[in-house]
């Protein structure tokens, strides 16, 4: 029987050590520092989507009004396919994915992505879809009125 403590006991512990060595390569892995939007160069009048992927009541109201005060040109806001994106998305709708990044960089979101279909009503050129990662990447000011 004391065998078995004395096992369970070395057990935990060696498992707490390795987590807490573990540690600052996960958190340098999870927080990588958002691109910086020094040299940002946008062609005027991009099409944009904002879309809300977390279920955060407002969330692509709230980031349309940053978008615009930008200079972006948001053309509509709605809700996502889902609300489980646990990241934020810049998608390149049209191939144009220079133009895809430089939002991205603008907008302080590290993930882009190119998906072109032949949907002959859409409008938007760029989709934006504000995941969990919102809060994280500070994409917007948490302390403002919703």
Not at 21 to 45: C, F, K, M, N, Y
Not at 101 to 113: D, E, K, N, Q, S
Request: no cysteine.
């Amino acid at each position: 029987m004391l065998e078995r403590v004395l096992w369970l006991t070395a057990s935990v512990a060696g498992v707490g050590l390795l987590i807490f060595a573990a540690r600052p390569l996960l958190d340098a892995a999870g927080s990588t520092p958002p691109p910086q939007a020094a040299h940002v160069v946008l062609e005027d009048g991009v099409r944009i989507a904002m879309l809300n992927g977390a279920g955060e009541p407002q969330l692509a109201a709230r980031m349309t009004r940053r978008a615009r005060a930008l200079g972006l040109d948001v053309i509509r806001e709605g809700n996502a396919s889902s609300f489980n994106y646990l990241e934020s998305v810049v998608i390149d709708r049209v191939g144009n994915m220079e133009q895809a990044r430089a939002i991205a960089v603008l907008l302080r979101i590290p993930h882009t992505v190119q998906q072109i279909d032949d949907d002959a009503y859409r409008l938007e050129e760029v989709e934006i879809i504000i995941g969990h990662d919102h809060r994280r990447l500070q994409l917007l000011d948490h302390n403002e009125g919703r």
